[in-house]
């Protein structure tokens, strides 16, 4: 919302008196975690042994090639970073190439601990890819499990995803019994050294790479799109969404009076020149209620008037305090100001 | 009697092949979980003589301690088995040569002598899950993989070199090939 200077009633104001002051500081945290968007680096960490697919899988994620995908055998582990902006969010994959290969260095563990720790500082989503039709969780793999643990700690399990590729060469009759098969297979294998009650949370995706969707008739691309949504960090959620899917996170409608339109579909000058992530997608309802959920870890009401209200100061709090972020993100506020359609 | 042991990681079908070779489910076999932990034998009269399948506990199933006891189990047996032909399994749907893949190698080379693939096949399961168009280069590229590794981890005085024969099966889909024969058949050419 863009304040029009000539009305002596600031509608910022008579908007706020209509919520409760806790609902108000909600909507003012929300704001500025609007505007962190553009200026916080937001990271995925890329856990599974080669040729599972990992490349592949955060290539159709995010909706272009950042990762290559490669037919090489790591000789060492390491970690690869991949930086990117999506619609000017900064966005960084962390790969691990040799993390779950059980390489010679094998044994000098706490070396490589040391290494990995000294690159990545934050995880925001870890996506943990293995392969559906494997028939076992063999050593390399408990291993690697092993080691993410030890150099993560446990709690990098609350925004991990288990990604299980190659969901075509399974026969659709015995599709979901295998899916919960190895979820259950590599669930546990994460329990030997995680609470029960963080690894039973840890939501498997199936994937497929050469089809849109998996043998049981998924689109797959969107039901791994949402439980990534419900998995990334607190301080990752606001700032994925609007990356990926703007009008979901900000859902002011389009038709209101005057001159604001926020978050106006297709409308919006998108710096990238390429639609937003959101739009190659088609959640369901259900994916999208699944979405907005999380928005009541930051206080967004339920109900829809509120809940307007809520947004109407977040828009107005970002677009006024549009001139005092910094030039560096000069650029990200131009998409910004596609989004909200500021005249 | 030709007599044959089944080595491989396990869950490439170890225990399944000894039920498609004789058309009975004579092994226990579970689709995702080890469940071979001893040296089994099992000896049958089929259409193409007779034939005895010595199934093993899979190996990479944890650490390479566990895979250690597995072979330690199989050598001492060995020597009972007059004339033996070791068959390695390797499932034909995988992309790598995956790291649990050489480590096994490297424990059956350790534990039972580079001799052992002195006389050894190798046998690539799963061949109904590629693609028909794909299969020739699967598996040229499977046996380059795995005979290059031994090749790298055998000393040049042991005598391998190459596989004496080479057999694609799939344990689950009868036919699944033009110029499928039966198992049985197939080994009886030892």
């Known amino acids: 919302m863009v304040l029009d200077t000539n009305n002596p ?4 104001h008579a908007t706020e008196h209509a919520l409760p002051p806790d609902v108000v500081r909600a909507a003012h945290d929300f704001a500025q975690r609007v505007q962190q968007a553009f200026t916080r680096e937001f990271t995925f960490l890329l856990v599974g042994r080669t040729g599972v697919g990992k490349s592949s899988t955060i290539n159709q994620l995010i909706g272009q090639d950042i990762a290559p995908v490669g037919d090489f055998e790591p000789t060492t582990i390491s970690v690869e970073e991949y930086r990117l902006p999506i619609e000017n969010v900064k966005f960084v994959v962390y790969d691990t190439p040799g993390l779950c290969d059980d390489l010679p260095e094998k044994g000098n563990d706490e070396e490589y601990i040391r290494r990995i720790k000294n690159k990545i500082k934050t995880v925001d989503c870890m996506l943990y890819v293995t392969m559906l039709h494997d028939k076992r969780v063999r050593s390399d793999e408990i291993y690697g499990i092993d080691l993410i643990t030890k150099t993560f700690g446990q709690h990098i399990w609350k925004n991990s995803v288990i990604v299980f590729t190659f969901a075509d060469y399974i026969r659709p009759d015995v599709f979901h019994r295998t899916l919960s098969e190895r979820t259950r297979l590599i669930r546990e294998v994460i329990g030997k050294s995680v609470p029960i009650d963080i690894v039973n949370r840890i939501p498997a995706v199936a994937v497929d790479n050469s089809n849109p969707a998996t043998p049981d008739g998924t689109r797959w691309i969107d039901e791994l799109y949402t439980t990534v949504v419900e998995r990334v960090s607190r301080d990752g959620y606001v700032q994925y969404m609007i990356a990926t899917a703007p009008e979901i996170i900000m859902p002011v409608s389009s038709h209101q009076s005057g001159s604001t339109r926020i978050y106006g579909s297709g409308g919006g000058s998108y710096v990238s020149g390429s639609a937003p992530l959101y739009m190659q997608k088609k959640p369901t309802p259900e994916q999208i209620a699944r979405i907005t959920t999380r928005q009541s870890e930051f206080g967004v009401p339920t109900d829809p008037k509120p809940r307007e209200t809520f947004f109407q100061i977040v828009a107005d709090k970002v677009s006024r305090t549009a001139e005092s972020i910094s030039a560096a993100v000069q650029k990200g506020w131009q998409t910004v100001k596609g989004w909200f359609n500021v005249r | 009697m030709r007599t044959f042991l089944l080595l491989g990681q396990t869950g490439v079908g170890k225990s399944s092949f000894v039920n498609a070779t004789f058309g009975v489910d004579l092994a226990e076999t579970r689709e995702f979980e080890a469940c071979t932990k001893v040296v089994e034998h099992y000896a049958r009269t089929t259409a193409f003589g007779d034939i005895c399948l010595v199934d093993t506990p899979g190996l990479s199933e944890d650490n390479s301690d566990l895979d250690r006891r597995y072979l330690n189990m199989v050598r001492t047996k060995l020597t009972s088995y007059k004339g033996y032909v070791s068959l390695y399994l390797t499932p ?3 992309t790598r040569l995956r790291s649990s893949e050489r480590s096994a190698l490297q424990s059956v080379t350790n534990e039972l002598g580079h001799g052992i693939w002195r006389r050894s096949w190798l046998i690539m399961t799963f061949g109904a ?39 694609v099966v799939d344990n689950v889909v009868v036919d699944w090939a033009e110029e499928c024969v039966p198992i049985a058949e197939f080994l009886s050419t030892a």
Request: proline share 4%; with cysteine; charged share 25%.
């Open chain 1, 9 to 12: 009633t600031d509608p910022t």
């Open chain 2, 129 to 167: 899950c590629i693609r028909a168009d794909k299969l020739e280069r699967a598996i040229d590229a499977r046996t380059r993989q795995i005979a290059d590794y031994i090749g790298q981890i055998c000393c040049p005085r042991s005598g391998f070199s190459g596989f004496h024969s080479i057999g």
């Open chain 2, 92 to 94: 034909l749907n995988e």
